[in-house]
């Protein structure tokens, strides 16, 4: 169980500061049951309230500054996410960002940013769902990222191309 202060990745709400932790007094929540209540760290005036026990979302911890950085020498090599239905592809998107994984951003930012190579080759736009997609997978990696290099979210993509030489992807 994760304690006040702690800083962790929940769901669909990316890098959050556990507030506290304890009973809520809403009318709603399970007297028996106790709770999460988490600071979104980039959802301006956001409030989560989640069950400890809750299985139905990701909650855990903020990846290491070393994992950090091996993730990041990693993603020239990195493969995409493989994606096999193009008529599923924004459930692919979906599942990837369900699994709040660093290493499955990281999947999806590539196969998205190489997709989107080859239709600006063939003189196409990306996508609504590709470019909607790309920034939902950078902020939540990025911000993720900045937590466990101890930077600011905006400095992350520079820090990343000048690591690995040119662009991140």
Known sequence: MFQAGDVIVCGSHGVCRVEKVGSLSSSVADKDRIYYTLRPLYERGSV????????KMVIRPVISRERALELID???EAEGLGIQ???KREDDYKEALKTCRAEELVKMIKTIYARGRSRAA???KATDADSRYFKLAEDYLYGELAVSLGMERDQVKAFIQDRIGGEEN
Do not use: A, S
């Not at 989560?48 to 299985?55: I, R, S």
């Open 85 to 87: 239905d193009e008529k």
């Open 122 to 124: 063939r003189g196409k």
């Open 74 to 76: 990693g993603m020239k």
């Open 48 to 55: 989560v309230f989640t069950p400890v026990d809750n299985q």
